[in-house]
């Protein structure tokens, strides 16, 4: 399934009902639903965030296949901004060297199976998996 | 939606869902907190990188006059998030049982 959001945080809500409704439909289960949500949002707010020149909305299509889900966000007249070459965040510093900055990426990375980032004509797409048991 | 309020033994009570939409409320609810504070997360179902961002930012301010925040009843999903963030070595994390 497929539907477009407007590019602002409160999105987030209407994000969350739109794949509530097709993983339990699904009969996916929390320990799925849990990294799916957290995946989605921390892509979705990256390309918020990071694309502040566009008011392009951003598409979000949900696959479910077997055991597996597989979401891609697609947003169009951005920047290259590729999420799979992210720095990695020294998570062991202490904590008067911690800093937020590049956790969400950080977890992204550890909580879905696969992850790809595709980049033509000024379209940007990231497509996770995220598998059961 | 989250919520966030005092309980009636002076700790922290957060619920529902703390996602980049509803930091402003959580922030403006920590900017207030100045001395250590328990956090008790047993109504919270989910926290995404800006609600640690949230929770990192009010423990770096109170460990310069020495207090510090504690978390407890975290749901196995936030303890996960925690876990991978390394949260669990500069906060006094305890899981819900």
Known sequence: MHRQFARDYDSLTAIYEFAEEILAANEIGEAVRFPVHLAMEELFTNMVKYSPDTDSEIGVDIVVDGRAVTVTLTEDDVDEFDVTQAPDVDIGAPLAERTPGGLGLHLLQNIVDELEYDYHNRRSRVIFTKESG | ?97
Do not use: P, W
Not at chain 2, 9 to 36: H, Y
């Open chain 2, 1 to 97: 939606m989250f919520e966030i309020d005092y309980g009636d033994d002076g700790e922290v009570m957060c619920s529902g869902r703390l996602d980049a939409s509803q930091c402003a409320k959580a922030q403006s609810f920590m900017d207030e907190i100045a001395d250590t504070r328990t956090l008790d997360f047993s109504g919270l179902e989910y926290i995404s990188s800006a609600g640690l961002g949230i929770l990192l930012k009010t423990q770096k301010r109170l460990a310069e006059s020495g207090a510090a925040l504690k978390i407890t009843n975290v749901n196995n999903h936030i303890y996960d998030v925690f876990r991978y963030s390394g949260f669990n070595a500069i906060f006094d994390i305890k899981a819900k049982e």
